[in-house]
Structures are given as C-alpha cells and as structure tokens.
C-alpha cells in the first residue's frame, strides 16, 4: 500500500458547493465531502450530485480526495457508493465508513466496491477509512483495523463515542472542581492508534469542536502524535496548519533521524548490528523509527 499523507483531514458538507470549492483550495492533506453527519436527512440524496461534480470537475493538485459515505445500517449507503462511483470512481481515492461496529461493516463497502471497480474497469482501488465512534467498535478495534486489505486508516470519533460510551459531558469542563483528571481519551487513542500500527494502517486522531481554541485543538494533536497517530481530523480551516504542522517532523527531530540512520548504515557496512550514536545505542529496531521520520520529512516537504 502506497504511503499517503494525512497530517490535515478536512471536512466538508457535500450539500454546499461554495464550502466544498473552499476546502478543495485549502492546504488539507486530505478533503472528505462529507454526505453523512454533516447533510440533512432531506439533502443526502442530491448531495450526491455535488459530489460527483466536484471529484469531476474542481483542481484537486495532490490533495487525496475522498467522501464520507453514510453507514452501512442506513438506507443511503448502498446508493451513495454507486452514485458516487459510477460518476466519478476514475477521481476518487478514499471512502470514509462512519459508525462501524464490525468487520461485516467493512466488507460490505468492500465487497460493493470490487464489484464497482469490475464493472467499471476502474486502473486503481479505492481506498477505506474507518471511524472508531462506537463502543462496539473500540471493543474490537483490533479485529477492524486487520480486517480488510482495502482499509487504509482508522479514525478515532469522540462525538459518536462519547454518545456511545455515556460521556457525561457537564463533568469534563474545566469549572467543574471534580473533574475527570487528564486526557479522558487517553486510553481510547492509545487502543486505537496501537491497533493501527499493528495492522500497519494509519491511526488518526479525531475532530477538535471549538475551532477558535487554536491552543486546545494542537494540545490534542501533539498528544495524539505522540502516541503515534500521523493526522487529525479537521472541521474548519484554520485547523489545517496546525495539524500539518504537529504531524511533520520537526528539524531537530530530521536532523537526529539522519545521523542515527548514517551511524546504523556504517556499522552495518562493517559487520556490526548495532552502532552509538551521542550515548544512544541503534540497532535494526530503532533504525525503523528513525527511517520513518526521514520518509515522512520527505512526504512533508521538509527534507
């Protein structure tokens, strides 16, 4: 599977065109017109025309284009791939599955789209993204990231999940002297995004809701960076930066990346398995760490 980059995953209503020519212009990684949370019951049907349009007819550049489908359980899904598909399949990269709670949620998309591609003839496979937004789905996420070929990242919701999971909201804000202590999601990303890795998908970390908490939105980014996510989910614009900033690597980090990685090559040229570097020791498990920071710094434009 081709390494694609997902620092920014912006979202967009696909029942507005005017916001969708805004987002396909933007600096996002990866636009999603969204026919699912963000479109009215009455609308979803000719969304699908705005959809179609757009993957046919705007510049993209190098920006991955994708759509948020609704879920498998609704009665929108099945037309939504097809419609979308059949119109304009040939411009586009990624599906986004909302609400999955089983592997069976994703071989459904999956086998719908081998049949598309078939049919239509389609030089390329469509991709899957899949939303951890359920507690059924976080109780098996394991299973889900290493189910399908065709998946290529999982998406952690916390909007959904905190519906699911019985979140009681009034007891997270910061006026409440009882409080949940800490990152309240903290086990959830770590779950989520261990089980991405494992699977050897991309984890991303879900939406901030308050766009003018610049501060809030990358404190949860560098957070889920840490941990290993490589993107987040972005719901307005002036999010975009922020998280094309956090999940590059930094100069310092490319600049130590660059040496172990000379250290490593130059020990194991000489017969060596491992080599030190300024007190670190560098073996073939490390070197992997190092090569990743390297390959993303290329992707990102900053080696």
């Known amino acids: 599977?081709?390494?694609?980059?997902?620092?920014?995953?912006?979202?967009?209503?696909?029942?507005?065109?005017?916001?969708?020519?805004?987002?396909?212009?933007?600096?996002?990684?990866?636009?999603?017109?969204?026919?699912?949370?963000?479109?009215?019951?009455?609308?979803?049907?000719?969304?699908?025309?705005?959809?179609?349009?757009?993957?046919?007819?705007?510049?993209?550049?190098?920006?991955?284009?994708?759509?948020?489908?609704?879920?498998?359980?609704?009665?929108?899904?099945?037309?939504?791939?097809?419609?979308?598909?059949?119109?304009?399949?040939?411009?586009?990269?990624?599906?986004?599955?909302?609400?999955?709670?089983?592997?069976?949620?994703?071989?459904?998309?999956?086998?719908?789209?081998s049949q598309l591609e078939a049919k239509l003839g389609l030089r390329h496979r469509i991709g899957l993204e899949a939303l951890i937004e359920e507690t059924a789905a976080l109780a098996r996420v394991e299973e889900i990231a290493g189910c399908c070929p065709r998946l290529e990242a999982i998406i952690l919701g916390f909007g959904d999940l905190s519906a699911s999971q019985g979140v009681r909201s009034g007891l997270t804000e910061a006026s409440e002297p009882n409080r949940y202590p800490g990152d309240m999601w903290h086990f959830a990303r770590g779950r989520m995004i261990v089980a991405a890795r494992a699977a050897g998908i991309d984890a991303i970390d879900g939406p901030f809701a308050n766009f003018r908490d610049p501060g809030g939105y990358r404190r949860d980014a560098v957070w889920a960076a840490t941990l290993g996510a490589v993107g987040k989910w972005a719901i307005h614009p002036s999010q975009i930066e922020i998280a094309n900033d956090v999940f590059a690597p930094t100069p310092n980090e490319i600049e130590v990346a660059r040496r172990m990685c000379e250290a490593y090559y130059a020990a194991e040229k000489g017969g060596a398995g491992a080599a030190g570097a300024g007190g670190i020791l560098i073996d073939a498990a490390t070197a992997r760490i190092y090569e990743a920071v390297l390959e993303r710094a290329k992707l990102t434009g900053r080696a």
């Open 1 to 113: 599977m081709a390494v694609r980059l997902r620092r920014s995953e912006l979202s967009v209503p696909a029942s507005n065109p005017a916001m969708v020519q805004k987002a396909v212009a933007s600096a996002a990684d990866l636009v999603f017109l969204d026919l699912e949370d963000a479109v009215a019951p009455a609308l979803k049907e000719s969304s699908r025309a705005n959809v179609v349009a757009a993957l046919n007819g705007l510049d993209w550049n190098r920006k991955l284009r994708a759509v948020r489908v609704n879920a498998a359980e609704t009665r929108w899904a099945h037309d939504d791939v097809i419609e979308v598909v059949e119109g304009a399949g040939a411009k586009l990269d990624i599906i986004i599955l909302p609400k999955v709670k089983a592997p069976r949620d994703v071989w459904f998309f999956d086998t719908l789209l």
